[in-house]
Antibody, heavy 122, light 110 residues
Framework: EVQLVQSGAEVKKPGDSLKISCKGS????????IAWVRQMPGKGLEWMGI????????RYSPSFQGQVTISADKSINTAYLQWSSLKASDSAVYYC???????????????WGQGTLVTVSS | QSALTQPPSASGSPGQSVTISCSGT?????????VSWYQQHPGKAPKLMIY???KRPSGVPDRFSGSKSGNTASLTVSGLQAEDEADYYC??????????FGGGTKLTVL
């Protein structure tokens, strides 16, 4: 069974750093792109970026370039999303999602993690 | 990159059909066949319902269908059921390895 299991909720202060994770299982982790998607409270989905764990090829949405870092450790089937200095406006639920290989485009996602709630407050 | 435009809400009675629109530009919806639709129930992760404008992944009921005309894509839900009540998001490839989502539509089954 394919699963993406994300790390637990985080409460941080502005200026803190943070790294959240997404562990894949039930499939060959290195051969599927993994994306990160933000959902701010009561708002819609926003695509942040994507990584190919086999070679760590990473692409970012222009809106998030320079704001976050996406990485992966293929030895433990885990992708990461990290911030060096959080802002209150980073408060959101963050989802990881796996590429759907049935599509000719890699920016389609069939399996999603359960989401990680990040709260940034002083 | 601006979000795609969806109506905030849509509704229909059980058994009826409802169509949700997703408007973009020639740089996204109009320029590519890579429009997808996701269903999201409250507190849950999104679920892929339609990809490449009109294709359904395995397991998605054929009550869900997609289409596109020019810069506007549409999702139609036929034979509405109570469990279809959810938020629906469109997304489109926007070139240069970029993806844009719509703002979402809350579908209410009356």
């Amino acid at each position: 069974e394919v699963q993406l299991v994300q790390s637990g909720a985080e409460v941080k202060k502005p200026g803190d750093s943070l790294k959240i994770s997404c562990k894949g299982s039930g499939y060959t982790f290195t051969t599927y792109w993994i994306a990160w998607v933000r959902q701010m409270p009561g708002k819609g989905l926003e695509w942040m970026g994507i990584i190919y764990p086999r070679d760590s090829d990473t692409r970012y949405s222009p809106s998030f370039q320079g704001q976050v870092t996406i990485s992966a450790d293929k030895s433990i089937n885990t992708a990461y999303l990290q911030w060096s200095s959080l802002k209150a406006s980073d408060s959101a639920v963050y989802y990881c999602a796996r590429q759907y290989q049935g599509s000719g485009n890699y920016l389609v996602f069939d399996y999603w993690g359960q989401g990680t709630l990040v709260t940034v407050s002083s | 990159q601006s979000a795609l435009t969806q109506p905030p809400s849509a509704s229909g009675s059980p058994g009826q059909s409802v169509t949700i629109s997703c408007s973009g530009t020639s740089s996204d919806v109009g320029g590519y066949k890579y429009v997808s639709w996701y269903q999201q129930h409250p507190g849950k992760a999104p679920k892929l319902m339609i990809y490449e404008v009109s294709k359904r992944p395995s397991g998605v009921p054929d009550r869900f269908s997609g289409s596109k005309s020019g810069n506007t894509a549409s999702l139609t839900v036929s034979g509405l059921q109570a469990e279809d009540e959810a938020d629906y998001y469109c997304s489109s490839y926007a070139g240069s390895n970029n993806l844009v989502f719509g703002g979402g539509t809350k579908l209410t089954v009356l």
